[in-house]
């Protein structure tokens, strides 16, 4: 199964959105994880059309979470993302070539059909089994207990004044 890139922004994102109650602008986000600005709103598009944030309008705008973290699941992101549909669909090819089964054989789903939708199905379950709030809690496990904390307070922090905006030269 693969899965678009936006998928692993977009969750890299709502983890980001556990640290802190304010909105997080879509630029703070993409310069955190230093990715394409438009590439990023696109995914953050997504999540909004999925309920799964909001976008806060003004000059302390940006996104925040919907709901709490415990109550959104990896699966939610990516079907928001990606979208719903099985990684796996048939084409009945069974019933095409110069042996094809004809279409009242074809009653049932064939074995190569069942199989895949049987891993499907466990695949959507164990992301349904993670929320974004066990992976913010692996995110303090793989990186140490002030990980979250330093990404809330860079996140508080003033950007840094792009070329021409004051502060020292070369800076």
């Known amino acids: 199964m693969k899965l678009s890139g936006g ?3 977009a969750l890299h994102c709502c983890v980001v ?6 909105p997080v602008p879509a630029v703070r986000l993409a ?9 990023l709103a696109k995914q953050l598009q997504a999540l909004s059309r999925a ?3 909001t976008s806060v309008q003004g000059k302390a705008g940006g996104y925040v979470l919907t709901r ?5 699941t990896v699966l ?8 719903a549909q099985p990684a796996f669909v048939c084409t009945e090819i069974r019933q095409r070539g110069p042996l094809a089964a004809a279409p009242e054989a074809c009653t049932r789903p064939c074995a190569i059909t069942r199989a895949m939708a049987a891993a499907d199905a466990a695949w959507r379950a164990a992301l349904r089994d993670v929320s ?6 692996g995110v303090d496990e ?8 330093g990404i809330r307070d860079w996140l508080g922090a003033d950007p840094a004044p792009a070329a021409g905006e004051g502060g020292a030269p070369g800076r």
């Open 7 to 9: 998928v692993e922004w």
């Open 17 to 22: 959105l556990t640290t802190t109650a304010e």
């Open 31 to 39: 310069e955190l994880h230093d990715v394409s600005g438009s590439y």
């Open 51 to 53: 309920g799964l944030v």
């Open 68 to 72: 709490p973290p415990e109550q959104i």
């Open 76 to 83: 939610d992101v990516v079907t928001a993302v990606d979208g």
């Open 132 to 137: 974004v709030a066990d992976l913010a809690r």
């Open 142 to 149: 793989d990186y140490g207990p002030t990980a979250l904390t």
